[in-house]
């Protein structure tokens, strides 16, 4: 199948000449051997879930079904045909000439990634559950299987075993709730908000009926026992107010990007976050009647790219790039349960991996892996409930259409914000190496003698702020604590994560001064490789975006100041 008079699937891969400044030369277009031969995927979240639920219909334990392939990621280790790795097998390999149009499948195929008959638009899949879904269940009766005559004396199998009653019958609990899927009873999906589909396709909905007690959450207070309960009362107004701003101005036909940006500057609150930052990275449109026109159509276009990608299977993919997003995936955030989730991590596979094919002037690197999870979690948070913890939330549980939409969401954002620093990722990264030589400048001028101390102990700032740069802190603090700093660079528009940044590691750096003046080499690079900052808490990151504001406001329109600091 000739895709090419699909505009947006051309607008979606569509290799431009780029030319990033300072950087890499222009880097033309690529045209395969194939011409127009599909390279596209039939891929979907629908058989791990589905198979979960199963499972656990009949009270099995699915982590016994999963077979977890990270437990060894040592390159050692790598297989190209992935034949050790079952639980990838929805990847399959399908020539061009096979892909069919959704009417030649059967309505029981509408979910699968590999029916024999042929495939369909993943967008298409998750369009055809939601109208199933939103349509009345017209017979939700039990369906049992036959029985013996329970006239008889003895008592059944089933009666003696629970495993084998529950495996006997195909209704659900006697619960009422969200549907899983077409013709299964409904249930209630556990942590999941009930109006999840429909703040999918309109996320204002978050705002209907939002408990402002929820949303804020417990604020961190300060000052003495004495005086906690008027210093808690003064800041839960202050905060109630701030809310109530935020929530007005999101419900406004159009969205005022500049008053929006100087609420969030100190912070956004957790109940809206999710459309808050999709407004301010460019992602949603502010006006209100083109954004969820807009939202689909970035979403479908997303879906539509990831089938093209993974249509002929793992062995049809770059192997270097797939390789190494390959191993790094196991490695974010391990020792956090959502992002060494399987499900979670074959997302995480799919947006890096498209993301590196779509932009070859930088294609992959390390450390953009860890840029895609803020946006994950936060997202993540948009449809399940304020009591739930987003970092511990088991996502198999959400239905494939919830998933998609996280997924590729997570995906537009990331890629508007390696726009702004994607120097950082070309080829000998010429964007961080800037980075740090202004990092030295900028320390050499607001903390002269630790400048002279890492000096007289040889001590070379790319040695540690190089990581400071790459990850943008992220191996510094918590991911919580990360995710209140881009509510902060996320209205320092646009150079918040290059420029801002630069002046939030010189805070962070002088910051731990008295200590590093008293270290030795070794010492110091130690401690800048492990600085202790887990008993750190909200107020702490709060001073350090104020004390990078201060300095930038200082130095930043006056760059002589810098330049003869050396």
Known sequence: MDFSATSTRVGFWKRHTTKHPGSVKPVPGKTGATGNMVFGAQYSHATSVLEVERLRALQMD???WANDHHKSMADDDYDSNYDNHPELSGYQTLPAQDLKDDSELDAGSSL?????????SLSDQMSKLMKEQSSPVENTSTVTTPTKDTSSSSASPAENDPSLAAATTTAAPAITGISVSSGTPSRVIEGMKPNARKIMQDPLVILRGLD???AMGDLHLIGTEHQADAVYALQRSKQKARFLKFKDMLQQPVVDLDVLRKLSWSGVPTAIRPIVWQLLVGYLPCNSDRRNVALE????????GVQQTFARGIEGLDQTIWHQVFIDV??????????QNQTTQRCLERILYCWA??????SYVQGINDLVTPFFLVFLTAYIEEDQDPESYDISLLPPEILSAIEADSYWCLSKLLDGIQDNFTHAQPGIQRQIVKLRELICRIDAPLAAHLQSEHVEFIQFSFRWMNCLLMREVTLQHTIRMWDTYLTEHPHGFSEFHLYVCAAFLTKWSAELMRMEFQEIMLFLQDVPTDDWQEKEIE??????????????ASPMHLGGSK
């Open 112 to 120: 699968s990634p590999t029916t024999p008959s042929g495939t369909t």
């Open 212 to 214: 402002y007690e929820k």
């Open 357 to 362: 094919i779509r932009h070859p002037a930088s």
């Open 330 to 339: 196991p490695r974010t955030n391990p020792k956090m349960a959502l992002f």
């Open 297 to 304: 159509r970035k979403r479908k276009e997303y879906q539509d």
């Open 62 to 64: 699915p982590a016994s």
């Open 543 to 556: 001073l350090l975006l104020s004390e990078a504001f201060m300095w930038k406001s200082l130095f930043h």
